[in-house]
C-alpha cells in the first residue's frame, strides 16, 4: 500500500510560468516532508521540507505547502527554469521507534520545462 | 568534497554470479541506507544501518545482505543475482535517523542480471 502518492508521473511547463507538483499522503502519522530532486546520471538531492506543524516553507523560487486536513502538499516553482526539469520525489517521514524516522518516497513526477 | 560514492556505477551480470556494490561516504555519518528505483514504483528501502554492526530490513530486503564493519562503508551483496533485481539503486547516508537528518545520495548503480 503507497503510503505516498504522486499521482501525476509527469509534468510540461512553459519557462517563467509556475511549476506545481503535487504529493497525497495517507498515513497521518507523518511529521515531517521533504522534496528531493533527480536529474540523469545522478542520485537525488534534497531540495526543500516541511514541517508538519506549519502550512508553508519558501526558499528562493521553491515554496511547499502542506494541508494536513487534506493529507496534501505540493510544491511549487517560480518561475520555472529549464534547469528545472527533473524528476521530483515527494518523502515523508514517521517515527519509527527510540530517536529515529523512517522515510518513504512517492513514485515521482518528471518535470519538464520547456524553453 | 563532502560525498557518497558508489562503484560500479554500471554493471551487467548473469544470474547466480555474487556481486557486491560498494558504497562510501566522507561525512561521518552514522546513518546508511540503500535504495532501489524501478519504474512506477519510485525509491523503495533495501537495508539500512544506524551505525557499525548494527543493521535492520528496510521495505524490500530479499535477495539481498548488507554489512556496515567500519563507519565509511556499507557495501550491498548479492549472493545469487536473480532478473528481478535488475534496477538502479542508490546508497544514502545521514547524520542520524532523526526526524530532520537529510539523506545524501550517492550517483547510482545501474546494474543488469541477465
Known amino acids: 500500500d503507497q503510503q505516498v502518492k504522486q499521482n501525476s508521473p509527469s509534468l510540461s511547463v512553459q519557462e517563467g510560468r509556475i511549476s506545481i507538483l503535487n504529493c497525497d499522503y495517507t498515513?497521518?502519522?507523518?511529521?515531517?516532508f521533504l522534496w528531493y530532486k533527480k536529474y540523469p546520471a545522478e542520485g537525488p538531492t534534497f531540495l526543500i521540507s516541511i514541517s508538519s506543524i506549519k502550512d508553508k516553507n519558501e526558499d528562493g523560487r521553491f515554496t511547499v505547502f502542506l494541508n494536513k486536513s487534506a493529507k496534501h502538499l505540493s510544491l511549487h516553482i517560480v518561475p520555472s527554469q529549464p534547469g528545472d526539469s527533473a524528476v521530483y520525489f515527494c518523502a515523508a517521514s514517521v517515527y519509527s521507534g527510540g530517536s529515529n524516522y523512517k522515510l518513504t518516497f512517492g513514485k515521482g513526477t518528471l518535470l519538464t520545462v520547456n524553453p | 568534497e563532502a560525498q557518497v560514492t558508489q562503484n560500479p556505477r554500471y554493471l551487467i551480470t548473469v544470474t547466480g554470479k555474487k556481486l557486491t556494490v560498494t558504497c562510501s561516504q566522507n561525512m561521518n555519518h552514522e546513518y546508511m541506507s540503500w535504495y532501489r528505483q524501478d519504474p512506477g514504483l519510485g525509491l523503495r528501502q533495501i537495508y539500512y544501518?544506524?551505525?557499525?554492526?548494527?543493521?535492520d530490513k528496510g521495505d524490500v530486503p530479499e535477495g539481498y545482505k548488507v554489512s556496515r564493519k567500519e563507519k565509511r562503508n556499507f557495501p550491498l551483496i548479492l549472493e545469487s543475482p536473480s532478473p528481478n533485481q535488475t534496477s538502479l539503486y542508490f546508497c544514502?547516508?545521514?547524520?542520524?535517523?532523526?526526524?530532520?537528518?537529510?539523506?545524501?545520495f550517492g550517483p547510482g548503480t545501474r546494474l543488469t542480471v541477465l
Open positions: 498515513n497521518s502519522m507523518f511529521d515531517y
Open positions: 544501518s544506524m551505525n557499525v554492526e548494527v543493521t
Open positions: 544514502a547516508s545521514s547524520l542520524g535517523s532523526g526526524l530532520t537528518d537529510t539523506q545524501y
